[in-house]
């Protein structure tokens, strides 16, 4: 089944897990220098069809580079994983946590670059 599309249970527990996850980052209870003083945003969380691994889509504003950002939420997943146990304790099994660089407002700036490029203007002018 890989390629179709989350279920509305994927979607509704990612959706919590992505809600505390987010009250755990803001509330600062990681101790790791590499996230002090850091706001990091979770922008969407995937479920794996079985809810065992949560994918976290992360974004540190202000940051060019994410990765030292995203090494450190990994390099505390085992620690995340325990703080967020009590508040996700409904789930049958605690997921697996595993953070990534999100890419998407790279994507919507790469389209809306193409969108105002002279060829494409150009291209719209001559249908009309």
Do not use: W
């Amino acid at each position: 089944m890989a390629g179709s599309a989350p279920t509305q249970r994927q979607l509704r527990v990612g959706e919590h897990v992505r809600h505390a996850l987010t009250g755990l980052l803001q509330r600062g209870e990681i101790a790791d220098p590499d996230l002090d003083g850091v706001v990091v945003s979770v922008n969407e969380v995937r479920m794996s069809p079985d809810l065992r691994i949560a994918t976290a889509y992360v974004t540190a504003l202000g940051r060019d580079d994410q990765q030292p950002i995203v090494k450190a939420l990994a390099r505390n997943a085992r620690f995340i994983r325990g703080r967020l146990s009590p508040e996700l304790g409904q789930m049958k099994f605690m997921p697996e946590f595993r953070f990534r660089a999100d890419t998407s407002f790279d994507n919507f700036d790469r389209v809306d670059a193409l969108l105002r490029s002279p060829a494409v203007a150009r291209d719209l002018d001559d249908d009309e």
